[in-house]
């Protein structure tokens, strides 16, 4: 084998992404362009809950088609808790991920039992449990969701000032993405590739594979948990909504568009899809007639994007640059 | 010496199949013990019945002590049970030190271990590249296993489980689909092994297990109808009749 170089395209990609999303706020303000900031942390937090989809779906290849219900969990208790006069951020988080951590337990236990399509639909109907027991939340809003009182409060950040949530968002990134990186090279990711690659050769070793693939599961979860807060607080509200199956695949989607299996490729998902999303949706060419089918059919558009990225590309944007790096 | 392995009146049904008819069979420590039969004859249900893949109808399976009839494969490797697939089976995404060192792993406490490369442990990559090195895959240790001749994944198989250090290896088939340069490399490894662990094996190449085994047992239609040494088994003429006719004076 020959020596990896260390200035691989992927690597080149991988930093550029990173940095350029660290210079966006900069960059909007200079601009004079707000907008960007809430754009992008919505792409920040996004992309952190694909990551953590990604570690049971591309790692673990555990295709859970119900992670939207995570999100709305951290949406949620800062929701509830804010609606009952409950501030502080700290407490806000760790109410969530016990309660996130919880229930993935209990949803994991249950649900990796089951394997393939199995899988996919137990973990589908345990979202939409949830989803309909928030429309019946009364008290919060129901079907039509509930605006927030306030932000959380965080010691010294102001979370009402856009920038200082979009730097929280990507720190909270970062600090994912580094504990994810070490994470699959050491002997748990270990463990969880293995079962990915053959799950039955896992335990003829002597491996008891349930009790990792339900660590992982709940370490997906409590990652999305973390994203849904963010959302909350991104958008001073929250909703059933957020927990819609839609959302689930859309997750689904941005994993597989950026490269299942691989660090950044969900950030890089998430960033296209919603990028190219809004690009669409007001796109301007001068033609009145084409930016009018443009702006009004541009999920269809989307579609041929996809179509475009899993045909051609196969391993999605990045998993593309990682996969060339390997064949060479 | 003493029984390493005791298999009391094991009945595996398929249906109405009767797959495993009430087999027993015991295996002493430090033997190779050949299974042989004829295409059908059970030996893959056999070893899957030990490995735990498929659960028994009834009979016992008491291994080093632990009763572990109703036990998940993963327990019964724990407990130094190893096995190798007739199918070739090992982790493609990765190389063959990295798949020999998981099969280190697997039995170097848990690994719940978040933080440390698992590639930088000593602990696992010695152990690893010790079992590489007794079936002489040492130069390929960082090759990815996609690439590997067919030849050299089968004894990628046999080092992940000496990895795991198991008392007792079950080899189902290790020399299907080898050259016959390949098949001896093998034959002089498992010669190797030969008092360092027990073997059971099935296999199809004669010679290699009348080379091999210390003692053999005839499996036919799930139920074993002669067990003896090399010698004996040549001799009897009901086992020449059931399954050695077809193979032509072995």
């Given at each position: 084998m020959s020596a990896k170089p260390s200035f691989t395209a992927a690597r080149v990609f991988a930093v550029l992404l990173l940095a350029g999303l660290a210079l966006v706020p900069l960059l909007a303000a200079w601009l004079d362009?707000?907008?960007?900031?809430?754009?992008?942390?919505?792409?920040?937090?996004?992309?952190?809950?694909?990551?953590?989809?990604?570690?049971?779906?591309?790692?673990?290849?555990?295709?859970?088609?119900?992670?939207?219900?995570?999100?709305?969990?951290?949406?949620?208790?800062?929701?509830?808790?804010?609606?009952?006069?409950?501030?502080?951020?700290?407490?806000?988080?760790?109410?969530?991920?016990?309660?996130?951590?919880?229930?993935?337990?209990?949803?994991?236990?249950i649900c990796l039992r089951t394997s393939g399509m199995a899988f996919i639909m137990i973990t589908l109907a345990f979202a939409q449990m949830l989803f309909f027991l928030a429309v019946s939340l009364r008290e919060y809003g129901g079907d039509d969701g509930m605006q927030l009182k306030g932000r959380s409060l965080l010691g010294p950040l102001d979370l009402n000032n856009p920038t200082v949530l979009y730097y929280l968002a990507y720190a909270l990134l970062l600090a994912v993405l580094l504990a994810f990186w070490r994470l699959v090279h050491a002997r748990f990711g270990m463990v969880l590739r293995g079962c990915r690659s053959n799950e039955r050769r896992m335990a003829s070793?002597?491996?008891?594979?349930?009790?990792?693939?339900?660590?992982?599961?709940?370490?997906?979860?409590?990652?999305?948990?973390?994203?849904?807060?963010?959302?909350?607080?991104?958008?001073?509200?929250?909703?059933?909504?957020?927990?819609?199956?839609?959302?689930?695949?859309?997750?689904?989607?941005m994993t597989v568009l950026g490269g299942l299996g691989t660090l950044i490729g969900p950030v890089a998902g998430a960033a296209a899809l919603l990028l190219v999303e809004e690009g669409l949706a007001?796109?301007?060419l001068g033609v009145p007639w084409l930016d009018t089918l443009i702006n009004q059919h541009w999920l269809a558009l989307i579609g041929v994007f996809i179509v475009f990225v899993v045909l051609v590309l196969k391993q999605g944007?990045?998993?593309?640059?990682?996969?060339?790096?390997?064949r060479r | 010496m003493s029984a390493l392995l005791e298999v009391t009146g094991l009945v595996k049904r398929f249906g109405g199949l009767l797959a495993t008819d009430h087999l027993s069979l015991s295996l002493q420590h430090g033997e190779i013990h050949a299974v042989i039969g004829p295409n059908g004859a059970g030996k893959t249900t056999f070893i899957n019945q030990l490995g735990g893949e498929i659960l028994s109808d009834e009979g016992r399976i008491v291994f080093d002590g632990?009763?572990?009839?109703?036990?998940?494969?993963?327990?019964?490797?724990?407990?130094?049970?190893?096995?190798?697939?007739?199918?070739?089976?090992?982790?493609?995404?990765?190389?063959?030190?990295?798949?020999?060192?998981?099969?280190v792993q697997a039995h170097a406490g848990h690994s719940f271990r978040f933080w440390r490369p698992a590639a930088s442990e000593r602990a696992l990559v010695d152990p690893a590249m010790a079992a590489l090195a007794q079936v002489g895959l040492t130069e390929r240790a960082h090759t990815p296993v996609s690439v590997l001749a067919h030849g050299e994944r089968r004894q990628l198989e046999?080092?992940?489980?000496?990895?795991?250090?198991?008392?007792?290896?079950?080899?189902?088939?290790?020399?299907?689909?080898?050259?016959?340069?390949?098949?001896?490399?093998?034959?002089?490894?498992?010669?190797?092994?030969?008092?360092?662990?027990?073997?059971?094996?099935?296999?199809?190449?004669?010679?290699?297990?009348?080379?091999?085994?210390?003692?053999?047992?005839?499996?036919?239609?799930?139920?074993?109808?002669?067990?003896?040494?090399?010698?004996?088994?040549?001799?009897?003429?009901?086992?020449?009749?059931?399954?050695?006719?077809?193979?032509?004076?072995?």
């Open positions: 362009q707000p907008f960007w900031v809430t754009l992008f942390t919505r792409i920040l937090i996004f992309a952190l809950a694909a990551m953590g989809l990604n570690l049971v779906l591309g790692f673990g290849a555990m295709v859970s088609f119900g992670h939207a219900m995570y999100l709305g969990i951290g949406a949620y208790a800062v929701g509830i808790l804010s609606y009952h006069g409950v501030d502080s951020g700290l407490l806000q988080l760790g109410v969530a991920l016990a309660v996130g951590g919880l229930v993935a337990l209990g949803v994991g236990a070793l002597g491996f008891p594979t349930l009790r990792y693939k339900l660590s992982a599961y709940v370490v997906s979860a409590l990652v999305c948990v973390l994203a849904g807060m963010l959302m909350a607080n991104l958008t001073r509200f929250v909703s059933p909504s957020y927990m819609a199956w839609t959302v689930s695949g859309e997750l689904i989607v007001s796109l301007k944007l990045y998993g593309w640059l990682v996969a060339r790096e390997a | 632990h009763d572990i009839t109703r036990e998940p494969p993963f327990r019964r490797a724990q407990v130094g049970l190893g096995r190798s697939y007739q199918i070739t089976s090992v982790f493609n995404d990765f190389s063959v030190l990295q798949n020999t060192a998981l099969a046999i080092a992940m489980v000496l990895a795991t250090g198991a008392k007792l290896l079950l080899l189902d088939e290790p020399m299907a689909g080898m050259s016959p340069i390949e098949s001896e490399a093998v034959v002089a490894l498992l010669k190797k092994l030969k008092g360092q662990c027990t073997i059971l094996l099935v296999e199809h190449d004669m010679d290699a297990v009348f080379a091999l085994a210390d003692r053999i047992t005839v499996l036919v239609y799930g139920r074993p109808v002669a067990t003896g040494t090399p010698d004996e088994i040549r001799n009897q003429p009901e086992v020449r009749e059931a399954y050695l006719g077809e193979e032509g004076g072995v």
